[in-house]
T-cell receptor
Framework: DAKTTQPNSMESNEEEPVHLPCNHSTISGTDYIHWYRQLPSQGPEYVIHGLTSNVNNRMASLAIAEDRKSSTLILHRATLRDAAVYYCILRRSGGSNYKLTFGKGTLLTVNP | GAGVSQTPSNKVTEKGKYVELRCDPI?????LYWYRQSLGQGPEFLIY????????DSGLPNDRFFAVRPEGSVSTLKIQRTERGDSAVYLCASSLIGTSRQGNEQFFGPGTRLTVL
């Protein structure tokens, strides 16, 4: 399975945008890019996913590089509630993609 | 609606004892997963159920670990002869179906924190 690389930690101020990077240089053409986050003392929750085009939903935006070797999760206005570990995960189309393979993720700290 | 629930939320046991951890998935979700999360690490896959059957148990660390889902809903993770190294948060997740083109969104419970003394 292709690997992802994320910074261990990032810091942001409340109400400012946050850009969380993820490198996946060995991504294959059929890999979808998924993001989950885990708030303190909770299970992970789905944030967003995409294949090639940029994606927006109520939680965040996902910007995918043209060569697909990297992506960026964008929180437009960080709140204290966004403080969490963010995981970037590749999921191959079909096959055994039921399994989520988590790395260590990026710990986001949001300062008031 | 109700999310995934797990009981107990905390379990403290002694080395060598047997434990059972329970997961109630979201109603109607046919796929159920167990993951284990050690301190400072991301969750690690243990087992995947599609309906009543374990479609993939490749993540179970050894034969002390076993999981069932007899009626295709509630699942129980069973650990025999617990060891200190089994201490972790055990997470359960469910999804509408298992495999799809894009990968289905998994809904996680809050986890059971297991401590083996």
């Amino acid at each position: 399975d292709a690997k992802t690389t994320q910074p261990n930690s990032m810091e942001s101020n409340e109400e400012e945008p946050v850009h969380l990077p993820c490198n996946h240089s060995t991504i294959s053409g059929t890999d979808y890019i998924h993001w989950y986050r885990q708030l303190p003392s909770q299970g992970p929750e789905y944030v967003i996913h995409g294949l090639t085009s940029n994606v927006n939903n109520r939680m965040a935006s996902l910007a995918i590089a043209e060569d697909r070797k990297s992506s960026t999760l964008i929180l437009h206005r960080a709140t204290l509630r966004d403080a969490a570990v963010y995981y970037c995960i590749l999921r191959r189309s079909g096959g055994s993609n039921y399994k989520l393979t988590f790395g260590k993720g990026t710990l986001l700290t949001v300062n008031p | 609606g109700a999310g995934v629930s797990q009981t107990p939320s905390n379990k403290v046991t002694e080395k060598g004892k047997y434990v059972e951890l329970r997961c109630d998935p979201i109603s109607g979700h046919t796929a159920l997963y167990w993951y284990r999360q050690s301190l400072g690490q991301g969750p690690e896959f243990l087992i995947y159920f599609q309906g009543t059957g374990a479609a993939d148990d490749s993540g179970l660390p050894n034969d002390r670990f076993f999981a069932v889902r007899p009626e295709g809903s509630v699942s129980t993770l069973k650990i025999q002869r617990t060891e200190r190294g089994d201490s972790a948060v055990y997470l359960c997740a469910s999804s509408l179906i298992g495999t799809s083109r894009q990968g289905n969104e998994q809904f996680f419970g809050p986890g059971t924190r297991l401590t083996v003394l």
